[in-house]
């Protein structure tokens, strides 16, 4: 599968104007972002490219005053993953989850070090929204739970969740790539408790979810929202990002509109986390 790179200069842009910019590309397909010193270079395959929804955006960016121009080209995948390499530095996050490559050195791994191959699927640490996810999920109980990592990437969340004593994760994600990935790095990390499945919330038939986790984009959380409350027991926990503060109220409303009560919202450089608490016996 071959990928197109989009380079964007961003020499005067802001951090905010930055992060919008990552978040409504991922919205329409872009699923992985490296800002430079003066380039953002952000990646998407072939076949979700549609120029259209490219060129809507940017009229859409140019009404925020953030006014996108950008070369771009074809690239094969092993060139993702040099950059990738090139890039891609250990992230500690709270001084006790350690998330690093198989090429880097272990020697200062933590008891809680979680070994991702930076491939094209999203879920290094890097950016925000994960960090927020793994520090809300060292908020809660995960020992001996049933958690469901929606939309998984690389992984990461399911594997931390083993970490942390879950009794059986299920990682889902409707990408070949990000399923293989996924899978690779489970059996990296040992995490014998997680299973990994190709598909979305059609693929869960009846199953029941203690916590479910959904690091996905705007769109995709409020359009499954419902689906999501149809798979947590009762008592169960909703913990989801990949939203920016300009977005949460799109997400509350139709939270409440499956019956969810809100507990806890997070917020790092503009992107927000919130969890939410099925009260409701969703067998009924």
């Known amino acids: 599968m071959a990928y197109f790179e989009f380079v964007i200069p961003a020499r005067s842009w802001s951090s905010s104007e930055k992060e919008i910019l990552s978040a409504r590309m991922g919205q329409i397909g872009f699923e992985g972002f490296i800002e430079e010193e003066d380039d953002i270079r952000a990646y998407i395959d072939e076949v979700h490219f549609h120029v259209e929804e490219l060129n809507q955006l940017i009229d859409e960016l ?30 500690l996050i709270d001084e006790r989850v350690l998330i690093r490559a198989p090429f880097h050195d272990s020697s200062n791994d933590l008891p809680c070090t979680l070994v991702i191959e930076p491939k094209m699927s999203f879920g290094t640490g890097h950016h925000f929204t994960t960090r927020l996810m793994i520090r809300e999920m060292g908020n809660h109980v995960l020992e001996g739970k049933r958690i469901l990592d929606m939309g998984c990437g690389t992984g990461v969340l399911g594997i931390y969740a083993c970490k942390l004593g879950a009794l059986r994760v ?31 919330v059609g693929a869960l038939y009846l199953e029941k979810f203690d916590v479910v986790l959904a690091n996905i984009t705007r769109n995709i959380l409020v359009r499954d929202m419902s689906e999501y409350t149809g798979h947590m027991a009762e008592q169960g926990i ?47």
Not at 62 to 67: A, N, S
Not at 69 to 82: A, G, K, L, T
Not at 254 to 270: F, I, K, P, V
């Open 170 to 200: 299920l990682g889902v994600d409707n990408d070949q790539w990000a399923y293989e990935n996924a899978i690779e790095n489970v059996s990296r990390n040992g995490a014998d408790a997680m299973d990994v499945r190709l598909g979305d």
């Open 238 to 284: 909703l913990l989801i990002s990949g939203i920016l503060t300009e977005d949460v109220q799109y997400i509350l409303d139709e939270a409440y509109r499956c019956g969810l009560d809100h507990l806890n919202t997070q917020e790092d450089s503009n992107w927000i986390s919130l969890t939410f608490l099925n009260h409701r016996n969703s067998d009924q």
């Open 62 to 91: 140019e009404d925020l005053k953030i006014k996108v121009q950008y070369r771009f080209h074809r690239i094969e995948d092993q060139n993702w993953n040099e950059e990738w390499e090139k890039k891609f530095d250990p992230v």
